[in-house]
């Protein structure tokens, strides 16, 4: 009888020993997949942060170069953040941002109807003023279209920074 409570006693502990080994497996291979989802989610809401600051600055830009009549060089910036919006963003925030480059380029547009000509002369800008304004019919549309176009990116830049408190 001795004998077979020793050999119980070892079977028991072997068990136990295989038991917690198995226990302290599964534990450390769930903390290492919590650990890579979070550090994936991290970076995915740090990609999210980037394109949205980045789309943000974009038009920005966009204004400032259509206001004081720069040469637009910003078309292959447009181009990554389109694909970028599209492959990223929520559906909310792509509809938003199309609606708000669709207006840039409405007042874009207007704008430059808007403001009298200029001409380069020994490189120097001569900006030509008629009477009447050829230009008189287009100030409206082109305000009108401006304050459009920068409701729209408040409204835009309010959902995407929602989209990153909601992620946070």
């Not at 004081?68 to 389109?82: I, P």
């Not at 120097?124 to 287009?138: C, H, K, N, R, Y």
């Amino acid at each position: 009888m001795k004998d077979y409570v020793a050999v119980v006693a070892a079977i028991i502990a072997g068990i136990f020993a295989v038991v917690s080994a198995f226990i302290a497996w599964r534990l450390k291979n769930s903390s290492d997949d919590r650990a890579r989802k979070v550090s994936l989610e991290k970076e995915r809401r740090d990609e999210i942060k980037g394109l949205y600051e980045n789309t943000f600055v974009l038009f920005e830009q966009a204004i400032r170069q259509v206001q004081h009549r720069e040469q637009f060089t910003l078309a292959r910036e447009f181009s990554q953040t389109n694909a970028k919006i599209h492959l990223l963003a929520p559906q909310e925030i792509t509809d938003r941002y199309l609606k708000v480059a669709c207006l840039l380029e409405d007042w874009s547009q207007l704008h430059a109807k808007a403001s009298p000509r200029q001409l380069d002369l020994n490189g120097q800008t001569v900006t030509l003023i008629q009477s009447p304004d050829s230009t008189a019919a287009f100030k409206e549309p082109a305000r009108a279209a401006y304050e459009s176009l920068i409701t729209e990116l408040r409204s835009l830049t309010k959902a995407m920074r929602e989209g990153l408190i909601a992620d946070a």
